[in-house]
């Protein structure tokens, strides 16, 4: 396991990661699956990918909110589909603030798209 770890710590550095970023285990984690296409982190990043995200979008992402990388595939597509279908929001934007598809739909995303609806179909915004 060490072993393993001390291989995907230089990819790691090459991120610039800051020492804090670099000792949260989500990162490692995610990192050490990274290059195999059948693990989560392949998985994940081809269904960003479908979002329009490339590699280096999505290694973005994932450097500001490490989290993004663990969400399961449900929530992402939920998420994205909300926001990128629903609200019009474009999936870049998304993708310069992965702490968006961080919280929860249902009680958090949407009532706050809705007012922000109501506010702009009044003119307030």
């Known amino acids: ?6 291989y995907y710590l230089p990819t790691i ?3 610039k990661l800051s020492s804090a970023q ?7 984690i995610w990192f050490q699956t990274f290059n ?14 479908r979002w329009g995200w490339s590699k280096d979008v999505a290694l973005l992402a ?3 909110r490490p989290h993004c990388m663990l969400l399961s595939e449900e929530k992402i597509t939920e998420a994205m589909d909300f926001l990128v279908n629903k ?3 474009p999936s870049a934007v998304i993708a310069r603030n992965p702490i968006i598809i961080l919280f929860n ?4 995303i949407i009532p706050r798209c809705l007012v922000i609806q109501s506010l702009l179909a009044e003119g307030l915004l």
Request: proline letters at 2%; glycine letters at 4%; hydrophobic letters at 40%.
């Open 62 to 64: 994932f450097k500001r």
């Open 1 to 6: 396991m060490i072993s393993s770890r001390v």
């Open 13 to 15: 550095k090459s991120l």
């Open 36 to 49: 195999y296409e059948t693990t989560n982190a392949g998985i994940k990043l081809e269904l960003y990918k």
């Open 105 to 108: 739909l249902e009680k958090r």
């Open 87 to 89: 609200m019009g929001c």
């Open 22 to 28: 670099q000792l949260l285990m989500p990162q490692i």
